[in-house]
């Protein structure tokens, strides 16, 4: 058999496959022996008939098309093994040849080749500080005061920011009522800015029983386009007006809240939690990147179909998610003032940066050889059960009946073991080093 290559791309080869005669006429009894059933010949049961028979029955060709799709998929996969060519999608068949005695054709296809690493030892990472400030642990303090306290209400003052009042309004475009300009017993939070511009500022002030007229533009590009940059006139009936009261921080309210029976001990926990907190931003922070710097040094040619299907697939991922919360993604674009283009445009620089950063970690665990052991596995098992919210038996069994599902999990059993290789020989610097190549890069850009 011949078999000849040419590199077309970096990402693109093309395969001239040559068949011997001895492999015509083998791949043509195989055939022969696959279909034999399929042709009824006068004097024979169905099957029985010899190859030489149907051959002269129904043409010496009859067998040709069946043998030279066996003689492709055999010999094909044959010659990407003996390249070590990793294909993506489907070849182009072409030049095909199917004669008595020879077969051949020519198979273009698209490969994903070993990345070229840069030097992954010794990459440059922020060193970051995992220590909580006096004003960062009374900040989370003040959020947990927040959450223990009650609205009351108010009668001896009238409405700022901060308070809750339950509102009636009814909206008017040109005094016309338009849809969705109408509603009862609405909770405003004063200073929130979840209402159009404008309209939160002008209840502060009001009182318990109190009617307010709002005056108000809506943004030229608010998601309703009929509304985008016409004035409208609300009406607004205040029913009442409610604060936060805040308890007091002492031991008895941290006994109330909490294991510990003293502010001290509280403190000390909640400065613990927020230190492993920072702790694990730092190290994602730091993670990330080692990983982009290991992209930014090697060479990685991806073919762009890959590329863009990825981009593809996680965008009608992005939409799908979106219809799950009754919204259309054209709608969705509507309301952040874009078009459907503009979003995917946006989103696809990020897709590729996964991908290609993906890419590179299970390909430099694969060429360290860092397969996750079945101890590993079990424990992503594990992490993924609980993910799916799914019991470890029920998801074990979703990978018998899905084996795509275990080479997920392999894949990112290596992805974790390249990240701690790059992480165990990261050299930590200081950060502002950092913030001055970032201001070189935005001037030179």
Do not use: C
């Not at 609300?234 to 604060?243: E, L, P, T």
């Amino acid at each position: 058999m011949v078999v000849k290559f040419e590199e077309i791309s970096a990402n693109k080869v093309k395969l001239y496959i040559e068949s011997t005669p001895e492999q015509v006429k083998e791949k043509i009894a195989e055939a022969y022996r696959r279909n034999r059933k399929k042709y009824n010949v006068k004097g024979f049961r169905p099957g029985k008939a010899p190859q030489k028979i149907i051959e002269q029955y129904y043409g010496k060709e009859v067998f040709f098309s069946d043998a030279f799709d066996l003689f492709v998929n055999e010999e094909y996969f044959k010659a990407i093994d003996e390249k070590k060519l990793v294909p993506y999608g489907d070849p182009k068949i072409a030049d095909v040849v199917i004669e008595e005695d020879k077969m051949a054709f020519s198979a273009e296809v698209s490969i994903m080749p070993m990345p070229e690493f840069g030097e992954f030892k010794g990459i440059e990472v922020p060193q970051l500080s995992d220590e909580v400030t006096d004003e960062e642990l009374e900040a989370e303090i003040k959020q947990e005061i927040k959450r223990n306290s009650r609205l009351v209400e108010v009668t001896d003052r009238p409405a700022q920011n901060d308070d809750v009042l339950t509102v009636d309004f009814v909206g008017t475009v040109d005094g016309v009522e338009f849809e969705g300009g109408k509603a009862e017993g609405a909770s405003v939070t004063l200073g929130e800015g979840r209402f159009i511009p404008g309209f939160e500022e002008q209840l502060v002030g009001a009182t318990a029983g109190s009617e307010v007229t709002v005056n108000v533009t809506f943004p030229e590009d608010y998601f309703g386009e009929d509304l985008a940059g016409k004035d409208a006139v609300f009406n607004v009936k205040v029913h009442d007006v409610k604060a936060w009261e805040e308890p007091e921080f002492n031991d008895d309210f941290v006994s109330d809240i909490s294991e510990f029976e003293t502010v001290d001990e509280y403190k000390q926990s909640i400065r613990e939690k927020l230190m492993e907190a920072k702790r694990l931003e730092n190290r994602k922070i730091q993670e990330d990147h080692a990983v982009r710097t290991l992209v930014e040094t090697s060479t990685i040619n991806l073919p762009e179909e890959m590329i863009e299907n990825n981009i593809e697939r996680d965008f009608n991922r992005f939409a799908e998610n979106i219809q799950m919360y009754g919204m259309q993604i054209d709608d969705y674009a509507r309301m952040i003032g874009k078009t459907v283009n503009e979003m995917k445009e946006e989103m696809a620089e990020e897709s590729r940066r996964r991908l290609f950063e993906n890419y590179a970690l299970v390909k430099l665990a694969e060429k360290e050889e860092l397969m996750p052991s079945p101890e590993q596995l079990d424990e992503l098992i594990k992490l993924n059960a609980m993910e799916f919210r799914m019991t470890e038996e029920n998801f074990r069994k979703e990978i018998q009946k899905n084996p795509g599902i275990l080479d997920y999990l392999v894949e990112e059993g290596m992805r974790d073991s390249a990240i701690k290789l790059i992480m165990d020989n990261v050299v930590y610097v200081d950060p502002d080093k950092f913030q001055v190549e970032e201001e070189v890069e935005e001037e030179n850009k």
